[in-house]
């Protein structure tokens, strides 16, 4: 029989648990997304200018997952843009 957590177990420091809301993951993909368009770019060519996958630049793009460091080092290198572009908005 599984023993029930206890409370410090169940909580969380950042907040974010249950209730992640993607807001910052969202912003992010947008203005990849909007670099990417105005560089008449497609997500296969991004992505593979980024060392990714389509489908993990797309999870981006969507707000479906937050990307690393790496990753948006990789996107603002493949997009001729400061990493820092990313978090402008």
């Known amino acids: 029989m599984a023993r029930a957590p206890k409370d410090f177990e169940m909580q969380d420091p950042h907040g974010l648990a249950g ?5 910052l993951e969202t912003a992010i993909g ?3 997304r909007t670099f990417r368009r105005q560089l008449d770019m497609t997500v296969a060519e991004l992505a593979r200018q980024a060392g990714l996958s389509a489908g993990m630049l797309s999870k981006i793009e969507n707000g479906m997952t937050s990307p690393s460091l790496d990753t948006l080092q990789s996107l603002s290198s493949a997009l001729h843009v400061p990493v820092t572009a990313f978090f402008r908005k």
């Open 19 to 23: 209730k992640r809301d993607g807001n």
């Open 30 to 32: 947008r203005e990849v």
